[in-house]
């Protein structure tokens, strides 16, 4: 098993936060993770992306060029990352504030409407973990529960307040994917 994904938004989107859950997440569940951030100039409101690893075997590099999947935040990320993706892989993206087309019909693509959700939720900050929810449930590639344990070790302490939301967000956003 290898998932390689891009997590990209803008800096405050949480797109860092949902690479350390996937890799956390991974490890949680005994496979092999590399995790590797990327900032823009500006770390809010600049440009950041992360990339996550996750394999039954050794990862020999954590850079990749061409991920299988993508989970993309705002527009911007997409126009970068959407032409790398590999055939037959998975672009996920926020429904809320990318309205363009998808060019490729040899991806699967899954719209998630993440700030709309996170809104209704009563927290826009939560829009990261609605579109981390749909992804691991289409994807696979972790258990939604074990999402959940990464999630407990990373706000643990000043924010255990915003665990409960924050897990309302993810079976939100895992709800939206169908079987």
Request: some cysteine; proline content about 4%; charged content about 25%.
């Amino acid at each position: 098993m290898l998932e390689e994904v891009i997590i990209a938004g803008f800096g405050g989107q949480g797109v860092m936060l949902i690479g350390r859950l996937l890799a956390y997440a991974g490890m949680l569940e005994g496979k092999n993770v590399a995790w590797m951030p990327s900032y823009g100039p500006e770390m809010r409101g600049g440009t950041a992306n992360c990339t996550v690893i996750i394999s039954s075997e050794e990862i020999a590099s954590p850079v990749v060029p061409y991920p299988k999947s993508i989970i993309i935040m705002n527009k911007p990320s997409l126009d970068k990352f959407e032409p790398k993706v590999k055939k037959e892989g998975l672009i996920v993206l926020n429904d809320s504030l990318i309205k363009q087309k998808i060019n490729r019909d040899d991806v699967a693509v899954v719209r998630v409407s993440a700030n709309d959700i996170a809104d209704q939720l009563g927290n826009l900050r939560i829009a990261n973990m609605v579109i981390l929810g749909a992804y691991v449930k289409k994807s696979g590639v972790v258990r939604l529960e074990t999402i959940f344990k990464a999630l407990e070790k990373a706000l643990a302490g000043r924010n255990q307040n915003l665990i409960k939301i924050n897990k309302e967000a993810l079976k939100k956003g895992a709800e939206l994917v169908k079987e």
